[in-house]
């Protein structure tokens, strides 16, 4: 199973950016797809955006469609969520989860980062 570990969060004023990265071990990289959720306080955890194990495809939410950018780096082990335009309403825990090929279900997931916009 793999493991992954989110770094890239912090306090960000609204109209900002920020990089989220998900390093992943412990598995076969290019086997698995990636997924980016997030929780805000009070509420429950909701999709924001996903890359296919083969970086071909990708979604998001319609919350951040044209803002986020989903990407993944096959050489370094790496997901990566890129936020731009961040609005107040984005402000959550940012988790990463791992989707083995084939499969719906994400069956490994990060210990999260914070992401906090100030408006």
């Known amino acids: 199973q793999v493991q992954l570990v989110e770094s890239g969060g912090g306090l960000v004023q609204a109209g900002g950016s920020l990089r989220l990265s998900c390093a992943a071990s412990g598995g076969t990289f290019g086997s698995y797809g990636f997924g980016w959720f997030r929780q805000a306080p009070g509420k429950e955890r909701e999709f924001v955006a996903i890359i296919t194990w083969s970086g071909i495809s990708t979604d998001y939410a319609d919350s951040v469609k044209g803002r986020f950018t989903i990407s993944r780096d096959n050489a370094k082990n790496t997901v990566y969520l890129q936020m731009n335009s961040l609005k107040p309403e984005d402000t959550a825990v940012y988790y990463c989860?791992?989707?083995?090929?084939?499969?719906?279900?994400?069956?490994?997931w990060g210990q999260g980062t914070q992401v906090t916009v100030s408006s």
């Open positions: 989860a791992a989707q083995r090929r084939g499969s719906t279900d994400f069956d490994s």
